[in-house]
């Protein structure tokens, strides 16, 4: 069983840029696929990024493609979320995922088997 961490988010102006980091600890990292949530204040949580086992495959939802770079480093157990040109709609709480025996993972939470606390991200306009 895997166990995440994010860090990394804070309180930027609109167009400042943010990496937000998650760490896992107690699985096999490269044996999970892996994915970015966000959930705003009296939204439901939705899909943001996500990366295959070997981060050879990602996917972005529409509002941050060419905006943010989702990445993973197998020998670190890490991924990451580079977020550039924020938006004050990108504020949110931002949650790693991890999905287990599947080399790739689509976009409803659901296919997650695990997730970290979340760390918050505010845009300010």
């Known amino acids: 069983q895997v166990q995440l961490e994010e860090s990394g988010g804070g309180l930027v102006q609109a167009g400042d840029s943010l990496r937000l980091s998650c760490a896992a600890s107690?699985?096999?990292?490269?044996?999970?696929?892996m994915a970015w949530f966000r959930q705003a204040p009296g939204k439901e949580r939705e899909f943001v990024a996500r990366i295959s086992r070997s981060g050879g495959r990602t996917l972005y939802t529409d509002s941050v493609l060419g905006r943010f770079t989702i990445s993973r480093d197998n020998a670190k157990n890490t991924v990451n979320l580079q977020m550039n040109s924020l938006k004050p709609e990108d504020t949110a709480v931002y949650y790693c995922?991890?999905?287990?025996?599947?080399?790739?993972?689509?976009?409803?939470?659901?296919?997650?088997?695990?997730w970290g606390q979340g760390t918050q991200v505010t845009v300010s306009s």
């Open positions: 995922s991890a999905a287990a025996l599947t080399a790739i993972a689509g976009m409803k939470a659901i296919e997650y088997d695990y």
């Open positions: 107690g699985g096999t990292f490269g044996s999970y696929a």
